[in-house]
């Protein structure tokens, strides 16, 4: 879940407001034009292949059509943390910033009860994950985190505890959160390699452990009144840590892309997104995160390669807490403070273990020192001049970039 505000962006859609009753029947519509689409497709490769290939290719297409199996996706309860509730949006978006640096998975909403800007960390599928997200916060002094349960996706087929499709299930749920819903991934074993594109404005490509050969498709059938997710279809591979899938979304939908142990998250959410902590919505194209696993053995140009991109990342880290490190500074919030005190000393350690190329060396012993002096400028003890610190360590990161 960088240093981003949650605001809402200059230039607004036009969203028309639909009744259940229209949008069920504009989802029952959508799905009959989808599946009648899909046997119009099958038709035409069928006659293609006929007059190209003959029988023996039609026969071969249509084996791989009735081998597709169907099954309604699992959906079950979220488990969230709150993290901290704020009278104005910027604030949140300052602390919702600096909890998103430092590695974890954000959401803003606004309370109906009393129109306050809560900061929450998740959601999950499972009550483990959420407790360990609540033991980090609470062990950075972040007041009393507690959990919050989302029951909306509890309606429909549930499972307390995922199955891998090499035991029978698909591996696969949705569960929703304020503003959002996540279509999870749970796989055997820690994924090596986790990528998603945007195939096209209406079609998210999720590659989980480089899959070779493919192998099963199941086609996962969305239940009445999900409406991020218009049609799922995994592929499984010839071996179990690895899978496929493509979801069909709305075109407006932005996503996010995240790993949590052996389970792959894909977020969605109409703009704009409760993750979204920036000025403005990241572009549909470019909003889903690549994570990948550092290979067990390099050569030296690969060390060398290496380095320069844990450099990088470092400065991009600091890059993404600097707009909100001013306005921590000038108008102190201990929760604020905590969250970003706590991101700039993992940013520190990170840059300790680090050995750039020669020519970077300088650039990290700046960066180096302008992390130090951020993170002694938002100690909660500091008894200096916040406001200065803070400007003298950005006037260093601006050097170390260079």
Excluded: C
């Amino acid at each position: 879940m960088s240093d981003r505000q949650v605001s809402v962006a200059t230039a607004q859609p036009v969203v028309k407001a639909w009744s259940p009753a229209q949008t069920q029947e504009l989802i029952r519509t959508w799905r009959l034009r989808f599946w009648t689409a899909t046997a119009l497709v099958v038709f035409v490769m069928a006659a293609a292949m006929a007059w190209t290939q003959g029988p023996s290719a039609v026969s071969a297409l249509r084996r791989v059509v009735a081998n597709a199996r169907t099954r309604t996706i699992a959906t079950a309860a979220s488990f969230s943390v709150s993290a901290g509730t704020f009278t104005t949006e910027q604030r949140a978006a300052a602390f919702a910033a600096a909890l998103d640096a430092s590695g974890l998975p954000v959401l803003v909403r606004q309370r109906p009860d009393d129109a306050r800007y809560q900061v929450m960390v998740g959601p999950y599928v499972s009550t483990d994950e959420a407790e360990r997200a609540q033991r980090a916060l609470a062990s950075w002094g972040l007041g009393d985190p507690r959990l919050v349960v989302d029951d909306t996706m509890r309606g429909g087929p549930q499972r307390t505890a995922m199955v891998d499709g090499s035991a029978g299930g698909s591996g696969v749920v949705i569960i929703a959160a304020p503003g959002m819903s996540s279509v999870v991934f749970e796989m055997p074993t820690v994924p090596t390699e986790v990528e998603a594109s945007r195939a096209s404005e209406t079609t998210i490509d999720v590659e989980i452990g480089s899959p070779s050969a493919p192998g099963d498709t199941t086609v996962l059938n969305v239940p009445e009144g999900v409406l991020l997710t218009r049609a799922i279809t995994v592929e499984s591979a010839a071996r179990p840590d690895a899978r496929r899938a493509h979801l069909v979304v709305p075109a407006e939908v932005q996503s996010r892309l995240r790993l949590e142990g052996r389970r792959v998250y894909v977020d969605l959410a109409w703009p704009k997104a409760p993750w979204q902590t920036g000025e403005r919505p990241a572009p549909v194209e470019r909003d889903l995160r690549v994570a990948r696993a550092v290979p067990a053995t390099r050569s030296a140009g690969d060390e060398t390669a290496a380095s320069r991109a844990q450099l990088q990342a470092a400065i991009d880290r600091f890059e993404q807490i600097q707009p909100f490190l001013m306005s921590a500074t000038e108008s102190p919030d201990p929760n604020v403070l905590a969250a970003l005190a706590h991101t700039l000393d993992g940013l520190r350690d990170s840059l300790a273990g680090m050995t750039p190329p020669a020519e970077l060396v300088v650039n990290r012993q700046r960066l180096v020192a302008a992390v130090a002096m951020a993170s002694n400028a938002t100690t909660p003890t500091f008894a200096g001049d916040r406001v200065a610190a803070a400007r003298a360590a950005l006037a260093l990161f601006d050097e170390a970039r260079k």
